[in-house]
T-cell receptor, first 116, second 107 residues
């Protein structure tokens, strides 16, 4: 059973703080993803990684960075948190690449981040 | 125009009802299609893939219409436990998620 865990379910930070969101998966998946989910907008891809030390920008990378030092761990960093980064953050992992027909992503429980 | 569009609902239906959701997508080159289910305050989980010929999984039927660029999900004999948000997902080189359609099944 695939398990994706995220370090916090709820987080409250102040504007300008540096924020770290951690994600760990236990299925030896090569591919990991960070999304944010906002009402009416669906999930939007922030960054993804297909291998250790590899990262690619998604649709909305501005204000974020990522780190993939180990295969099982993918961290999202908000360099200087702003109020418009208040959102639900979801991490996912997958065995296959997205362009493969039977691609399935397994999600963590999410971190609800509030920036005051 | 959004890449993947869904009616947000909510759809409120009685137990036992049949309910259908549609989803339209803008990129005709999209290659694979899925429905994910997201329970309240939980993460999305894959419900079913959508194949060109249409496919069924128990009470759930998914169909794809490439010419009109829409996919559908039909739920027969609705159960209380079907209450959730259903996300339409379209895949080209990455996954594009709709904002979801919320379903509430009432006793």
């Amino acid at each position: 059973d695939v398990k994706v865990t995220q370090s916090s379910r709820y987080l409250v930070k102040r504007t300008g703080e540096k924020v770290f969101l951690e994600c760990v998966q236990d299925m030896d998946h090569e591919n990991m993803f960070w999304y944010r989910q906002d009402p009416g907008l669906g999930l939007r891809l922030i960054y993804f990684s297909y291998d250790v030390k590899m990262k690619e920008k998604g649709d909305i990378p501005e204000g974020y960075s990522v780190s993939r030092e180990k295969k099982e761990r993918f961290s999202l960093i908000l360099e200087s948190a702003s109020t418009n980064q208040t959102s639900m953050y979801l991490c996912a992992s997958s065995l296959d690449r997205p362009y493969q027909a039977h691609h399935e992503q397994f999600f963590g429980p999410g971190t609800r981040l509030t920036v005051l | 125009r959004k890449e993947v569009e869904q009616d947000p609902g909510p759809f409120n239906v009685p137990e036992g009802a049949t309910v259908a959701f549609n989803c339209t997508y803008s990129n005709s080159a999209s290659q694979s299609f899925f429905w994910y289910r997201q329970d309240c305050r939980k993460e999305p989980k894959l419900l079913m893939s959508v194949y060109s010929s249409g496919n069924e999984d128990g009470r759930f039927t998914a169909q794809l219409n490439r010419a009109s660029q829409y996919i559908s999900l039909l739920i027969r004999d609705s159960k209380l436990s079907d209450s959730a948000t259903y996300l339409c997902v379209v895949n080209l080189n990455d996954m594009r998620f709709g904002a979801g359609t919320r379903l509430t099944v009432k006793p």
